[in-house]
C-alpha cells in the first residue's frame, strides 16, 4: 500500500514510517497540514494518515477540504485527543476511523489494512463469503455448507464485520467501535461473550473452525487452509 503520513511529532512519524515500510509499504510523510493537503490531494493513496494537531492547518481542516474537493481516500486519524466529542468531530468531519496516542502498532497496522480493504463507495456487494459460510445483505441471510443459520440482529452486524476483513486480525476495540459503537471501552464482556455465540453457530458441528482468537491480538476470520 502507498500511504501518506501528515504528523508534525518528526520522532513518531519516523516510527511509524520505518514500521510501515518495514511491513512493505511505501509510506510519504509529511509535517504540517497544508503539505499534507497537497499531496493527500495530488497523489494516490491507498490510505491517509493524519494528525488533528498540526501547524499551519489542523487536522480536521485537512479532511474537511479533502473530503469537499472528492477525495475518497480512507483517512485514520492518530491523535491524542480522545474524548468522546473529539472523537465524534473527526468522525463527522470526514474521518473513517480514530485512533488515540498513545498505541499499540500492532493496532494501527490493524486498522490501516482494514481500511484499505473497504471496498469503494461505489462499489455495492450484494453477498460476502469466506470458505462454505455465505452472508447475503440484500435478504440478510446466512448460510454454511447450504444450512441456514439463524442470527440475532447483533450477531449479524459483527460477522458482517469480520467478514469484510476476512484473514485480517480485528481488535477488541475496533469491534466496540465499528459493530457496538462505543468509542470507549464500556468494561464488559459484550465482545467476548458475542462472538462465543457466533461461534455456537456457525463454527459448530462443522469441519472447521473460520472464527480464530488470535492471542493478546484479537480475532481473525479465515478459511482453514
Not at 509510506?27 to 494518515?49: H, M, N
Not at 486480525?169 to 459503537?181: I, P, Q
Request: proline share 4%.
Amino acid at each position: 500500500m502507498k500511504i501518506l503520513v501528515i504528523e508534525d511529532n518528526a520522532e513518531m512519524s519516523g516510527h511509524i514510517a520505518k514500521s510501515l515500510q518495514q511491513h512493505g509499504h511505501i509510506v510519504d510523510q509529511t509535517a504540517d497540514g497544508r503539505d499534507g493537503l497537497f499531496l493527500a490531494a495530488s497523489e494516490p493513496y491507498d490510505v491517509i494518515i493524519v494528525d488533528r494537531m498540526l501547524p499551519k492547518l489542523d487536522g480536521l481542516n485537512v479532511v474537511k477540504t479533502l473530503r469537499g474537493s472528492g477525495v475518497k481516500t480512507p483517512i485514520l486519524f492518530l491523535t491524542a485527543l480522545g474524548g468522546i466529542d473529539d472523537r465524534v468531530e473527526g468522525l463527522n468531519a470526514g474521518g473513517d476511523d480514530y485512533l488515540v496516542k498513545p498505541f499499540a502498532f500492532a493496532e494501527l497496522l490493524a486498522r490501516i489494512t482494514a481500511l484499505a480493504r473497504r471496498p469503494a463507495p461505489a462499489e455495492q456487494l450484494t453477498a460476502l463469503r469466506i470458505a462454505d459460510l455465505e452472508m447475503d445483505l440484500l435478504k440478510r441471510t446466512v448460510a454454511r455448507g447450504g444450512k441456514t443459520i439463524d442470527l440475532q440482529p447483533q450477531e449479524f452486524k459483527l460477522l458482517e464485520y469480520m467478514l469484510r476483513n476476512a484473514d485480517r486480525v480485528v481488535t477488541r476495540t475496533m469491534l466496540l467501535e465499528n459493530v457496538w459503537h462505543f468509542h470507549f471501552d464500556p468494561q464488559t464482556t459484550v465482545v467476548e461473550t458475542h462472538i462465543s455465540r457466533l461461534r455456537g453457530k456457525i463454527d459448530a458441528n462443522f469441519e472447521f473452525p473460520l472464527i480464530h482468537t488470535i492471542r493478546g491480538a484479537g480475532y481473525c476470520l479465515r478459511d482453514h487452509s
